[in-house]
């Protein structure tokens, strides 16, 4: 595994994202009903967990109260850990996911890129973590782009796997987590690289219908 890059390299491997195509938008949805709570577990690594943000800004938060502002019925449990790279989320996946979750949002994969580890681990990882998940509930995956100065081979291999193991598994799917926010001051922390709470907010905005429609697909799977 390589050494985790300075804040300088990893700016300038970002740039180059910012202007890569908008994310996908989700298709429907279905509001809970009252008294039938949906409870999404949002898997994932800093990006999730809120790093440098006071709890109440971190991305499960803003997102749980954006649905409930919509009139859904939802709980958003907070399963981020910072540093995580896929690999290191699938050896928690059995205990970071309550036996009672509905539904889950799976972010991993820039903890992987950062560090150079080869593509094919974080697809084997991500296809574990999806395929078990998507056994028992919908599952959204969120994708990553990689840094471009780890080369257009890796970049190559790397940005499909996300697209590719939702098909496999068919869960839905936003290709990029960051989309809008990466790089832009105004919606980053001083590192330049974790959103601040108005980062977070664009992104649960951009996300937000493809949430509810992971949480139609929850409810339709109720009895």
Do not use: C
């Not at 926010?181 to 992104?203: C, E, F, M, S, Y």
């Amino acid at each position: 595994m390589t050494a985790t890059p300075s804040r300088r390299s990893v700016l300038a491997a970002l740039a180059s994202l910012a202007s890569l195509g908008p994310a996908a938008t989700g298709t429907g949805w279905a509001a809970a009903p009252a008294g039938r709570r949906v409870r999404i577990v949002a898997l994932g690594d800093s990006l999730t967990a809120g790093y440098g943000l006071s709890p109440g800004d971190a991305f499960p938060v803003r997102l749980e109260a954006a649905l409930k502002a919509k009139g859904h019925h939802v709980e958003v449990i907070n399963a981020g850990v910072s540093g995580d790279t896929s690999d290191q989320g699938l050896a928690r996946l059995d205990w970071s996911t309550p036996e009672d979750a509905d539904a889950a949002i799976v972010e991993f994969g820039a903890n992987d890129a950062l560090r150079g580890l080869p593509p094919a681990t974080t697809r084997a990882a991500l296809d574990e973590i999806v395929g078990r998940l998507a056994a028992r509930m919908p599952v959204l995956l969120t994708g990553m782009r990689a840094p471009r100065n780890m080369g257009e081979a890796y970049a190559n291999a790397y940005d499909p796997l996300f697209r590719e193991v939702a098909e496999k598994h068919g869960a839905l799917y936003d290709p990029f987590f960051l989309e809008g926010v990466v790089l832009d001051p105004r919606l980053n922390q001083p590192d330049g690289i974790h959103p601040n709470r108005a980062g977070v907010d664009l992104i649960v905005g951009r996300i937000l219908p493809m949430v509810e429609d992971l949480i139609g697909r929850a409810l339709a799977r109720r009895p």
